[in-house]
């Protein structure tokens, strides 16, 4: 059974910082594209970042580009985004997600086949 599990959201001022871990189990994703997606209350879901399977590649939404880094370290089967200079509008639920598929750069959360539960970040002004 595949589970991917985040840790690492909270509460925090704006400005701050945060870092956000995915765990996979199940299988192995070290040839597979990995994300981050988020949703706020009343929105959909939308890209945050994607990280290709060798991690020599990383895209980005463009609201949070310069301000958030995603890597992954394939020993670990584990996958990080790191988010700084938070604002509160970067309020939500996280998501981490993995494609089932070798070698892809998936932006859209259908192209994605797993999901973890989602953990809360909450940005104060």
């Known amino acids: 059974q595949v589970q991917l599990v985040e840790s690492g959201g909270g509460l925090v001022q704006a400005g701050g910082s945060l870092k956000l871990s995915c765990a996979a189990s199940g299988r192995t994703f070290s040839s597979s594209a990995m994300g981050w997606f988020r949703q706020a209350p009343g929105n959909e879901r939308e890209f945050v970042a994607g990280?290709?399977?060798?991690?020599?590649?990383?895209y980005y939404a463009d609201s949070v580009k310069g301000r958030f880094t995603i890597s992954r370290d394939n020993a670990k089967n584990t996958e990080y985004l790191q988010m700084n200079s938070l604002k509160p509008e970067d309020t939500a639920v996280y998501y981490c997600?993995?494609?089932?598929?070798?070698?892809?750069?998936?932006?859209?959360?259908?192209?994605?086949?797993?999901w973890g539960q989602g953990t809360q970040v909450t940005v104060s002004s």
């Open positions: 997600a993995a494609d089932a598929l070798p070698y892809r750069l998936p932006r859209l959360s259908s192209e994605y086949n797993y």
């Open positions: 990280i290709n399977w060798s991690g020599a590649r990383a």
